[in-house]
């Protein structure tokens, strides 16, 4: 494949996020901190980490962020929704993630940011009532008004281009309908106000009509089964990638099934619970947003453990996901994982996790790559799903008939192969022959 031609990043970019609340609120924050010097952005690879170029011998290890044209951090601007009226610095203060002297060093900044208000149908979000809603019922209507948000903020604030990520609520699990199938059954369902059009969908098609490239933090049905959006990315030739940031529990499990699935050792029984208190963990308490999560977190081990291939060792493997809300906790969250393994002659033996996280801390640079790395792949022309951004989410979306990579190793290697790619620099293989020749 012909390697892309990047359009440089010129200006500043404009980085969008309908929800504006502890993840939003913390990514914002952070990255405020991070470019006046006040923190580090770690966890973030556009920032931290290096990519290999060349042999092993030749020691050419850059920064991402020197190898690849990504915009500076310096020159984001911040905007969103939401459902309540606080501004960055309010939200950021009720969700107590940060601590004080962290967000009084950028209080200013936060508290210019007001969020614009939302798109919301509370029977998507039964948990939560908006008071910062457009009161329109109209889907088209409504989905104009995003489009013309998107083209008032980036003339405000003199922006060349912007990037969404999706940081609101999980909307509560459907399935696609007729009028997700294409682009004009979509238009004409918004047109009419289709009840199975949910508020992510609206602003994702807002979104790809102003050609701004929408990632999907939540495990909502919006580019990944919906035909309709799909059709709209490749037809604006604008990026789209989901769903559902991978911080946590999922995190660990796809670093530790990999693990196992590499050594053969058998697996008959993965529990995973959570104890989580912040607004999040309310919305999930809500049987039908749970779903979605549900659906989001079980599909992992699937694909890395592959038990249609080795059904001696995983096809009866019983695995559960629950999440508990738990007020005390807020946003420091509990998982714990139970893990029955059993190894040679059919032995078997225990794993316990337990890892006392802090979700918006874990979630935060997520959201900053993907806004950097999302905005690099729409100046390369790249459009559809970014599966090379698996990496950063529990269940990657995948065209049709293709079955997601979960395994956070092979994100990861895919993720640093496409940029290599980009730059047209060698892949790397691990073959390694040439060192022995
Ligand atoms: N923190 C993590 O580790 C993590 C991991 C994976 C996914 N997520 C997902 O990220 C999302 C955000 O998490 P959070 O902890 O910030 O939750 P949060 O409840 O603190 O923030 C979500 C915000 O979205 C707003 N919102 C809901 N519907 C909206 C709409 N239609 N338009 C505009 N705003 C809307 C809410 O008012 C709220 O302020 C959730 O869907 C969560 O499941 C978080």
């Known amino acids: 494949m012909t390697q892309p031609k990047l359009k440089p990043a010129t200006g500043k970019l404009g980085v969008l996020l309908p929800g504006m609340g ?61 459902l309540f009226r606080d501004n960055a610095y309010e939200a950021a203060v009720k969700a107590e993630v940060l601590a ?14 007001k969020p614009m208000e939302s798109v919301f149908f509370p029977e998507f ?33 003199g922006l060349d281009r912007c990037v969404a990520v999706w940081c609101g609520s999980t909307e509560v699990h459907r399935e696609p309908t007729e009028v997700h199938s294409s682009l004009s059954k979509f238009e004409e369902g918004l047109r009419r106000s289709d009840p199975a059009i ?7 098609y807002a979104c790809l009509r102003e050609e701004v490239s929408y990632s999907n933090g939540a495990p909502n049905l919006t580019a990944g089964g919906v035909p309709a959006i799909l059709e709209l990315s490749r037809e604006t030739s604008t990026p789209v990638s989901g769903k559902d940031f991978k911080t946590g529990q999922t995190l660990m499990k796809t670093v530790l099934a990999p693990g196992l699935r590499a050594r053969m050792l058998g697996i008959r029984g993965w529990f995973s619970t959570n104890i989580l208190g912040n607004r999040d963990g309310e ?13 989001s977190k079980l599909g992992v081990l699937e694909t890395i453990l592959q038990p249609e291939l080795h059904p001696e060792l995983y096809q009866d493997m019983y695995h559960k996901v629950r999440i508990e809300y738990y007020p005390p906790r807020g946003d420091q969250k509990e998982g714990w994982d139970n893990i029955d393994i059993f190894g040679w002659l059919g032995y078997p033996m225990q794993i316990k996790v337990d890892f006392l996280c802090r ?32 990496f950063y989410y529990k269940s990657p979306i995948t ?34 022959r040439e060192y022995y020749e």
């Open 22 to 82: 502890a993840v939003g609120t913390t990514f914002i924050a952070g990255a405020l901190l991070a470019r006046n010097g006040a923190a580090r952005p770690i966890g973030s690879l556009t920032q931290m980490d290096t990519l290999r170029l060349g042999k092993r011998t030749e020691a050419r290890s850059p920064m991402i962020r020197d190898f690849v044209p990504i915009a500076n951090v310096a020159d984001l601007v911040f905007g969103g929704w939401d």
């Open 359 to 390: 979700d918006s801390i874990l979630a935060a640079p997520l959201v900053l790559d993907l806004a950097l790395f999302m905005d690099l792949a729409h100046r390369a022309g790249l459009s559809g799903i970014q599966e090379w951004l698996s």
């Open 283 to 295: 919305v999930l308490d809500d049987p039908d947003s749970f779903k979605s999560k549900e659906v």
């Open 198 to 204: 949910s508020p992510s969908q609206v602003y994702a």
């Open 399 to 432: 065209p049709e008939g293709l079955y997601p990579e979960n395994n956070l190793f092979v994100q990861l290697g895919k993720l640093k192969n496409t940029l290599r790619w980009m730059q047209g620099e060698e892949l790397i293989t691990y073959l390694g």
């Open 125 to 157: 979000v039964k948990r939560l009532r908006g008071e910062n809603v457009k009161p329109s019922e109209d889907k088209m209507e409504l989905a104009e008004a995003v489009r013309e948000d998107i083209r008032r903020f980036k003339k405000e604030n």
């Open 100 to 113: 004080t002297d962290h967000l009084n060093a950028v209080k200013d900044e936060l508290s210019a940011i």
